[in-house]
């Protein structure tokens, strides 16, 4: 069964996903702030610290959406000088969190999180 598939680990997934070129890091986050599970190639990235700050940024975010009259997040991205995060809501269960670098296709980027989601969804 590949790993994209529908009823592998949650950890499974997240290191398939790590597999596409240019993500360096995969975490799904509880809505609390928590690291539910990832995967990382960035040695000094704290996922823990990574949780907490993935937490605040989306409640920031949906206040923005609220305020702007836009409707709810469904997914972020924000680039910064030596990397790109795309954060997708996973509705009550949480977020994933992919850090990419500044070369990562970013189209291919966010069709391979949509492919995935439905299986990541599954493994929580």
Do not use: C, H, W
């Not at 950890?11 to 240019?22: C, N």
């Amino acid at each position: 069964m590949a790993s994209s598939a529908v009823g592998t680990s949650l950890k499974e997934q997240l290191a398939d996903l790590s597999k596409v070129e240019g993500i360096v890091a995969a975490v799904v986050v509880s809505r609390d702030g928590f690291v539910i599970e990832g995967v990382n190639q960035i040695a000094a990235m704290d996922l823990d610290g990574v949780g907490a700050v993935i937490s605040a940024g989306m409640g920031a975010s949906e206040v923005m959406g609220g305020e702007l009259g836009i409707g709810n997040i469904a997914q972020s991205m924000i680039e910064f000088e030596r990397g790109i995060a795309v954060v997708s809501v996973l509705g009550e269960a949480g977020t994933l969190a992919i850090v990419a670098d500044l070369k990562a296709n970013l189209g291919n980027v966010r069709y391979q999180i949509k492919k995935r989601l439905p299986a990541i969804l599954a493994a929580l």
